[in-house]
Structures are given as C-alpha cells and as structure tokens.
C-alpha cells in the first residue's frame, strides 16, 4: 500500500516569519502589533512538543492532543522508541507539503503497531479554550492553542446531548496531519507537515499538531518536480524526540503568543484590514520565541 494525499486544486497562500538572531520568531519589526508583556505568552508544554531535527535544520511541533489524542499518542509512542531517527522525507511537494515516516523510504512501509482510526473531528463545550477571528454564517473560525479550526457556532451546544459541538482542523502552512492509504484508518507512522495552505484537506486526514518553529526548514526539504512527489535525494529527520524526553540543557522551550490576549486581537484586526475580502485564517501567523 502507498501512504499518500491526493492533490486537488486550491488556492495558496503565503505567510512571513522573522526570527531573531537570537532564534527566536516573531513579528516583523514594521508590525501595529506592540511589545508583548509576559503575560501574553503561552508557554508549550514539553510533553506537547515534538523536536524534529532534520538534515536542513530544525523543525519544532507543537502537538494538540484535543484534536488528536490517538495520533499524538502514537507519535510520542514512535519519537520515544527512535522509531524516526534517519527517516527520509520521501515524498515533498512544492507549494504543498513535506511527508515522512516511512522506514522503507518509498511511501509503502509503516511502524509494526496496529492502524490508528482516523480522528478528524473532535468536540469542544464551552471550557474549551477556543478563540474565534472570524464567524461566517452557520460556523465559527479560530484557534485552539496555536492550531486553526473550524467549529459548529456556540448555540448548538444546547441542541446536543454532550453539550458539545464538532470541531475539526485547518490545513493552514505548518499543520501536521497523518498520511493513510485509501481507507480512512489506514494511518499509522507516517505524517506530513503542509508548506502552504490546502483546504482541499480538511476532514479528510487526521490533524494533529502545527509546527511552532521551522516553517522555514519544512519549506527548504528538497523537493520532487515529479507528479508523485517522490524526492530522489530526499533530507533526513537526523532526530525525533519530545522535548519532555529530553535533558533540561538539551531542551526547548517555546512561548506562543496567546490567544487570547490583547495583542492577539490587535494583530487579528490588523490581518483582517489588510486582506479585506480575502482574509482567511490561514493568514494569521502566532508570533513565537524560541529559547
């Protein structure tokens, strides 16, 4: 069987990151976003943090595990065993995404657990941390922790028996989905990280997490100019771990730009006056620091 994304034709979308020479991301100094006080800051938890690092440098993912909880499951599971130290990222797209995980290199091999049934939908009610930027009719569009989602509106909660409403992930630059053969719980090791928007994907694979730090390194892996997206010389993930697994002096830590703090509405609002009519969530970039 061969792990793969079908592509359908979407519009893209680009998104600027500055880092510091310090490493740490942050918004262009031009930005109508002010100085960010401490309080401000959401710190990612280590077990929640997936140190990748890969032949171009290193890439760090902030796993969701509300909207995933088997999937992150399995790729603590894998990181933790140093299931993908040495992987190829076999298959990378242009414009698309960069997929990895395999262990034969070809985008026909998996880990030797059992398939994982596809999560992707999940419920939120109304503790869940959920902050919206857009609300078009019949949903609404926001953030969970650094992940964009769609949701059903608030009122539903009272027309259901949990009290909760659907949500699902946004295949925004960044997200981090699992690939699967045809059937929808086919996935196992292998994942992705998306180099441009493509909501063509959107409750079709399972959404687990978005990359914090190395949008850049995801978008500088070689790439394959071949329809099937199969690179000849692909880079390497040299090693995978949780930045919990890690020692204190070898360890991450990342700070995201709260949702729901000031700031943030202040750069929401000031995204969504520049786009105008073509304002997506996919154009809102959560400032990070690296240290």
């Known amino acids: ?23 740490a991301q942050t918004l262009a100094a031009d930005s109508a976003v002010p100085l960010f006080a401490e309080t401000d800051w959401r710190v990612v938890a280590p077990d929640n943090l997936l140190v990748i690092d890969t ?6 993912v902030e796993m969701t595990p509300e909207a995933a909880p088997g999937h992150v499951d399995r790729i603590r599971l894998l990181a933790r065993a140093g299931f993908y130290d040495g992987l190829k990222w076999h298959r990378v797209i242009d414009g698309f995404m960069a997929q990895t995980g395999d262990p034969l290199g070809t985008g026909d091999g998996q880990s030797w657990h059992p398939d994982l049934k596809a ?8 503790n869940t941390s959920f902050t919206a930027v857009a609300d078009p009719a019949g949903a609404r569009i926001g953030f969970i922790q650094s992940l964009p989602v769609q949701t059903q509106p608030d009122a539903v909660m009272a027309t259901t028996a949990d009290g909760k409403v659907h949500v699902w992930g946004l295949y925004c630059p960044g ?3 699992m690939a699967r053969d045809d059937a929808p719980d086919s996935a196992n090791s292998q994942f992705f990280l998306m180099r441009q928007p ?23 892996l070689k790439f394959s100019p071949n329809p099937d997206g199969i690179v000849t010389d692909p880079d390497v993930m040299t090693r995978v771990r949780v930045a919990g697994d890690l020692p204190e002096g070898d360890r991450p830590t990342v700070r995201v730009l709260s949702a729901s703090s000031a700031p ?14 073509d304002f997506s969530v996919c154009d809102i970039e959560l400032p990070v620091e690296v240290n």
Not at 55 to 60: D, E, H, K, N, T
Not at 119 to 126: M, P, S
């Open 55 to 60: 032949s171009q440098g290193r890439i760090l």
């Open 175 to 177: 997200v981090a989905g």
């Open 1 to 23: 069987m061969r792990y793969g994304l079908r592509i359908i034709g979407a519009g893209l979308l680009s998104m600027a990151v500055c880092v510091s020479s310090a490493g």
């Open 119 to 126: 999560e992707l939908t999940f419920r939120r009610d109304a």
């Open 264 to 277: 943030f509405r202040q750069l929401v609002e000031r995204v969504r006056a520049e786009k105008g009519a």
């Open 198 to 220: 493509y909501p063509a994907l959107d409750k079709r694979y399972t959404v687990w997490g978005r990359v914090a730090a190395g949008l850049d390194v995801v978008r500088a």
